[in-house]
DNA sequence: ACGCTAACTGACCGATCGGTCAAATCCTGA
DNA sequence: TCAGGATTTGACCGATCGGTCAGTTAGCGT
């Protein structure tokens, strides 16, 4: 582990529990074991550190992007685009969870900006939507990061592990999809 | 409008776009045409202005705690709380849009942690819940408050009418949540 | 051993923020 | 008209934050 990926870490970590505004440099330096100085040397500012830690996710999604066809497709080639897209989200939760909530509030940062343009294709990828269609897809895209965000900030809480996660958030997911109008 | 009440909307609507930590008190007495000190003169803190902000939504989500029980009835039944509850969060989208993006960053803020436990308390109302249960649930949860996020966000964007929203919104809410296990 | 560069640090700066306070202004009832 | 509380305001304070900078330390090729 090189520093600079330390810090990386460290920074997508302090980002999502207590939000971008909510953490301060020296809070990142303290959880890496650096000074606040030695942060500003890695990355050139917070807002830097902010988008080293978001676009690897950002990249993977936009690399998933074309297959968002799929969803119209058959089930099959659904539930294998899903599988794709809840492992994503899974990879990168906290990167995930940091877009939810917090996209809103920093859409003045570029990375930001980047992801919601993404995200907004994705939704907007099929033709011909009804509002049915769009209400489904809302609720399926933020309940299961919000269904994410809530398992990662389960403290003490029992949280299902894993792969009972992932099995069951395809299902469901796949069960709010199933009846989008096709193409 | 009294003065009071202008400075709780406009901060209600300040914390919901800027975010709590990103809005400063100077901001909100500028959407209200007010100084800065006028606003700490009604609330004596920005704590308590976002206390004031977010209680009427918490009373009213704790009102109709006690009619969870619903969601494991019958068809009828369960129709009858989502309706109630799609209205609520379509009256107090802003109060809920704050609570799903920032009650983890402001767990340390005593309303948010109010809301936190009301929300717990509503997701393990049921007994006995499998792993399914607990992901529809939060999906539907997350998904509908991220859905009323977003369209109360379009800027220019053309968004659903509430009416056409709210029906399909309880009518997909009804199908994810129907095939929870009956207590 | 030397020199060079990358890595790191403490001290410091300007800006912003939440909050205080004394004074000014407004409003209302007698 | 006027007394007195309610309301509003500008000036100010201490704290914190993001970022800069000069200087120190560590590692490494020769």
Redesign the pocket.
């Known amino acids: 582990m090189?520093?600079?990926s330390e810090l990386r870490d460290a920074a997508l970590r302090e980002f999502a529990s207590a939000g971008y505004?909510g953490?301060?440099?020296?809070?990142i330096?303290d959880r890496a074991?650096?000074?606040?100085?030695?942060v500003?040397?890695?990355y050139?500012?917070?807002?830097?550190?902010l988008d080293a830690a978001l676009s690897p996710a950002i990249e993977q999604i936009g690399a998933i992007l074309p297959r968002t066809v799929q969803l119209s497709g058959t089930d099959e080639e659904r539930r294998d685009f899903l599988v794709r897209f809840v492992d994503l989200l899974l990879e990168h939760r906290l990167a995930a969870q940091i877009f939810i909530t917090q996209s809103g509030a920093l859409i003045d940062v570029p990375v930001v900006a980047r992801a919601q343009v993404l995200i907004r294709e994705i939704a907007e990828a099929r033709p011909q939507q009804t509002v049915d269609d769009q209400v489904r897809f809302a609720v399926a895209l933020g309940g299961a990061a919000y269904l994410l965000a809530q398992a990662g900030s389960y403290g003490v809480q029992a949280a299902p592990d894993d792969t009972q996660l992932r099995d069951s958030l395809i299902r469901i997911l796949g069960e709010l999809l199933a009846s989008v109008t096709p193409a």
Chains 1, 2 share one sequence.
């Open positions: 090189t520093t600079a505004l953490t301060s440099i020296q809070a330096a074991g650096v000074s606040k100085a030695s500003l040397y890695h050139t500012s917070k807002e830097a550190l």
